[in-house]
């Protein structure tokens, strides 16, 4: 049928118009939100295939739907008709009532922004999206901007397709209109700025990533975006054409979506929770907490202020949505149930860690799970807090361990419980279902301290010519084959002194310190040779990583021979082998102690031995183990740690799909390309060589990437005074040995 999009195009429009749907403003009244509050789901109408475009002002909720005209029971993408329209549900009066905007429709037009005025009328972006033969994606043919009445009449359109760059891809990110009737779009990372009647006013190139676009609760319109340490925002000065009064926010923080606030300048949706900001106090403050209402944020969604005591949260997916209303509520009607805290440092936490809680608490009768993390105020890693409520007895009862963490040194103190019990006593598994040598990396004494959910394999690749098939080696092992090749070729990716003593000491961390000091203490010669070895590249200053790869390999001018990776499926091994021209090789990091590749996670669960419920906490962790849980995370990537979802992801990532070219052929479709300098590199379906390269890594796999913080520090500090000469190895590594043993001593 004529102008019908196919799957693949319906797919890309729902993905991109659900990243771009538009938040308006709330109600211009202060007032505080109330302390008690409880989550209630409302259902919204399951005649559409997505919500393309949302927003709210003063409780209305306004939104465009994607539509299946054609009759059809079920989709099909050979005789649908696709139709949009625009809607509102007003969540102000007695009931909300739902009513739809009579505004046609036409073709392949689509609402993809929303933004209600002041005035009662609506903004709209409407695009056109057009099928060409031979396009990848839906090509954008039109982008116009157009103001309606609630009763569909047209006010007035204009065309940005002239003013824009790059036609085919006005993938439009935010879009906000004010007072006067001057409209801002994102653009990739350009700000746009159209007057009332349509020409351009500015343009203002963005200062960072992730930018959105709002109103504060006085109507003046800001930009945020997320620059080196966290987000940040500045007001949009049309008359001069840039941002003014430039203000940070929480360090480290990601905000999903920016809405105007109710009792402050803007609300603020995180992944933990909702948060108003004052411009004036320059802080935020947590109002909402998503994990006490069993909220799971995800990746994104909309940010909906409804009234002065109701705020919704909308999260839309190609086959779901879920939309939120959180309002005020008595202390006797919220849920009673016993209470565990799963805890960690703020950069351990990821959308999933807040989706397994909200997915737990809604099934579990009698437990529930509440977040804190540690750090998230932005003024430190929050690791030092952590270790002081472990050292107190407050420590969380479920611990995400940390990165930066000794699991020597935890274990030693009795801080984590024994979890082999836990798993010998649950009838729905056995130690045996588990990828046996992953687990011992987390065991000591035949103790099991950390269960790693899915993990990686942080590795150093190589021509398969030059290292063979070897998968451990020591540094004096890497010292002779640097021999053979430097001063003519560099041997790190990452090949400035700091960085090669990071890798030397990430893979040596468990020889140079015997925590319980009982032998060898402090391995001074390890020092002293780790030292030297990282001397011989590059000083800090003089090594620029943005000249990395200039072409095929090459750092610098010379021939990089490895390259410092982390593998997370069985394709990388095409990638590699893409990379070096041949088939790679996996000799891992040089390291005195066990195989040469790392384990990595940041999804490691452990119990606090001091928790009152050790049962109810390993109920949760078991539940991160289930094969349905397994795969809903490897299926995006990363390794499970269940053997049979591992073997469930092989089968996924051979399977070869095809397309048809213009010839008729028949030929396999590539999963995607990806860049080494100027070079692409075509990525397929798995082959049995890329499942075996990968799977020997995995298995061979016997120690994880972990490494003390405060010794790391320590290092760096005295490092300084033997790169630039003012001290010998030896002498540097007398004081290393010296300060770490006076913090191991502490430590007793």
Not at 11 to 28: D, K, N, P, Q
Request: hydrophobic share 40%; net charge negative; glycine share 8%.
């Amino acid at each position: 049928m004529e102008n019908t999009p196919s799957r693949f195009a319906i797919r890309i429009m729902i993905v991109l118009l659900f990243l771009v749907c538009t938040i308006g403003c709330s109600s211009e009244t202060k007032n505080s939100f109330p302390k008690n509050y409880m989550a209630e789901d409302y259902s919204l109408p399951d005649d559409f295939l997505a919500i393309s475009a949302t927003s709210v002002r003063d409780g209305v909720f306004y939104f465009s739907v994607i539509k299946d005209i054609s009759g059809n029971k079920y989709l099909d993408v050979d005789t649908a008709v696709l139709a949009g329209e625009l809607r509102y549900i007003d969540f102000s009066a007695e009931s909300a009532s739902h009513v739809t905007i009579p505004y046609p429709s036409k073709g392949n037009d689509f609402i993809n922004h929303i933004f209600p005025n002041h005035d009662g009328t609506l903004s709209l972006v409407i695009q056109n999206y057009d099928e060409r033969k031979g396009a990848r994606n839906p090509v954008i043919t039109e982008t116009v901007i157009k103001k309606i009445s609630l009763h569909g009449e047209e006010l007035f359109s204009y065309s940005i397709m002239e003013d824009v760059r790059d036609h085919a891809n006005i993938y439009i990110t935010g879009f906000i209109a004010d007072h006067s009737g001057n409209t801002y779009l994102i653009i990739s990372d350009t700000l746009y700025v159209f007057h009332s009647a349509g020409e351009l006013n500015c343009t203002i190139r963005i200062p960072g990533a992730m930018p959105k676009v709002a109103q504060s609760l006085d109507g003046t319109a800001y930009l945020f975006w997320l620059g080196a340490s966290g987000f940040e925002m500045a007001a949009i000065d049309i008359e001069n054409g840039n941002l003014a009064g430039k203000h940070a926010l929480r360090a480290g923080q990601i905000y999903l979506d920016v809405a105007a606030g109710m009792s402050s300048d803007f609300l603020l949706a995180a992944g933990d929770g909702i948060y108003e900001y004052d411009i004036s106090q320059g802080a935020e403050e947590k109002i909402i907490s998503f994990s006490e209402l069993d909220i799971a944020a995800g990746f994104g969604g909309a940010l909906l202020p409804l009234t002065s005591d109701s705020i919704a949260w909308l999260q839309m997916g190609e086959n779901k949505n879920r939309f939120t209303v959180i309002h005020g509520a008595l202390e006797a009607e919220l849920s009673q149930k016993n209470t565990l805290i799963m805890g960690g440092t703020f950069n351990s936490f990821l959308p999933w860690h807040y989706e397994a809680v909200a997915n737990f608490n809604k099934t579990s009768p009698d437990v529930r799970i509440e977040i804190k993390t540690y750090g998230s105020d932005g003024t430190d890693d929050g690791m030092a807090r952590l270790n002081m409520d472990i050292a107190t007895g407050q420590g969380p009862d479920i611990m995400i361990l940390p990165r930066l963490f000794s699991m020597d040194l935890y274990a030693g103190k009795g801080v984590l419980a024994d979890l082999y019990p836990y798993i010998d006593g649950d009838e729905e598994m056995e130690r045996s279902d588990f990828q046996e040598n992953i687990l011992r990396a987390y065991e000591i004494d035949g103790k099991l301290y950390g269960m790693p959910i899915i993990y990686w394999i942080h590795t150093m690749a190589a021509p398969r010519s030059m290292t063979g098939d070897i998968n451990q080696w020591s540094l004096d092992e890497m010292i002779h084959f640097a021999d053979r090749y430097m001063p003519g070729s560099t041997v790190f990716s990452w090949a400035n002194k700091s960085s090669v003593l990071s890798i030397c000491l990430m893979a040596n961390g468990d020889s140079l310190i015997d925590w319980p000091d009982e032998g060898r203490g402090v391995q001074k010669e390890l020092l002293v040779k780790m030292l030297k070895f990282a001397d011989r590249f590059l000083p800090d200053d003089a090594y620029a990583f943005d000249e990395e790869v200039t072409e095929r390999f090459k750092v610098h001018g010379q021939l990089q021979i490895m390259s410092h990776e982390y593998i997370s499926g069985f394709t990388d091994h095409q990638k590699f082998s893409g990379i070096f021209g041949e088939p790679a090789s996996y000799p891992g990091y040089p390291s005195e102690n066990g195989n040469g590749s790392l384990i990595d996670s940041n999804y490691v669960m452990a119990i606090n031995n001091a928790c009152y419920d050790k049962a109810a906490a390993w109920q949760f962790i078991s539940s991160l183990l289930t094969e349905e849980y397994q795969w809903s995370r490897a299926s995006i990537s990363d390794f499970p740690i269940r053997k049979s979802v591992l073997a469930q992801k092989i089968e996924s990532e051979m399977k070869a799909y095809y397309e048809t070219d213009e010839n008729g052929i028949q030929k396999e479709a590539k999963r995607w390309t990806t860049s080494v300098g100027s070079e692409k590199i075509d990525i397929y379906a798995a082959r049995e060589e890329d499942i075996q390269a990968i799977l020997a890594v995995i298995n061979g796999a016997d120690k994880i990437r972990v490494w003390n913080a405060q010794v790391s520090s320590i290092v760096y500090e005295e490092a300084g005074a033997f790169f630039s000469g003012s001290k010998s190895a030896e002498e540097a590594a007398d004081i290393m040995e010296n300060r770490i043993r006076i913090y191991m001593d502490e430590l007793k």
